[in-house]
């Protein structure tokens, strides 16, 4: 069972933008490094953003970079998805790991072996051409 709650996501065309949100209803996201992740068909699930909970450091995958922003308020962490390109396309999962965790400081959060905790339900994002 997710622990995580997402939403947004959906079909959009190239160039179109959608956000995608985060929250944990059973618990507060404040203490938590929070990561955005996505899993195409046939292909291996990578590290899109990631933000820490400490001082909203963020980081980027370079695919990403300058196209999405990760920003979280007291209750929520979102991804604001623009320019939007057809291999954007996958399954967005969000995930939360303790924060004051060594493995979640600066870009170490996109790392594949980052101890991500809690998932959520996954959300479907589609860019059409």
């Known amino acids: 069972q997710a622990q995580l709650v997402q939403s947004g996501g959906g079909l959009v065309q190239l160039g179109g933008s959608l956000r995608l949100s985060c929250t944990a209803p059973r618990f507060g996201l404040e203490n938590y490094a929070i990561g955005w992740f996505r899993q195409a068909p046939g292909k291996e699930r990578e590290a899109v953003s990631c933000?820490?909970?400490?001082?909203?450091t963020s980081s980027y995958a370079d695919s990403v970079k300058g196209r999405f922003a990760i920003s979280r308020d007291g209750a929520a962490v979102y991804l604001q998805m623009n320019s939007l390109k057809p291999e954007d396309t996958g399954t967005y999962y969000c995930?939360?790991?303790?924060?004051?965790?060594?493995?979640?400081?600066?870009?170490?959060?996109?790392?594949?072996?980052?101890?991500?905790?809690?998932w959520g339900q996954g959300t479907q994002v589609t860019v059409s051409s």
């Open positions: 995930a939360a790991g303790w924060g004051p965790k060594l493995a979640f400081q600066g870009p170490l959060c996109l790392s594949p072996e980052a101890p991500y905790d809690y």
């Open positions: 933000i820490n909970d400490s001082d909203g």
